[in-house]
């Protein structure tokens, strides 16, 4: 999310004030990235957002960038446990 500045015939767009809005199951922060300049190449949709309608699922929680980084390295680590699992139990074919 960000202003848009600026744009070309091929989609390059210059951001301004852009953020990351990171979510992790209930929990969301959007991280402060500054100026961004985008190659066209990488842009899939470029649309407005009403900030008097943004709104989140009441049960989300807003927390702080370094909670938001926890929080993303227990999902990766649960994701490859559980990946690491499935190799373990491949061998007993259980179709």
Do not use: W
């Amino acid at each position: 999310m960000g202003t848009l500045r600026s744009f070309d015939q091929f989609a390059n767009a210059v951001l301004e004030g852009a953020c990351e809005r990171v979510i992790v199951g209930d929990l969301y922060c959007d991280i402060p990235l500054g100026l961004y300049v985008i190659r066209g190449e990488n842009v899939v949709l470029i649309g407005e957002l009403d900030l008097e309608r943004e709104e989140l699922p009441p049960h989300m929680t807003r927390v702080s960038v370094a909670e938001i980084r926890r929080a993303q390295k227990a999902e990766r680590e649960a994701t490859d446990l559980k990946g690491t699992m499935r190799k373990r139990m491949e061998f007993l074919d259980l179709d």
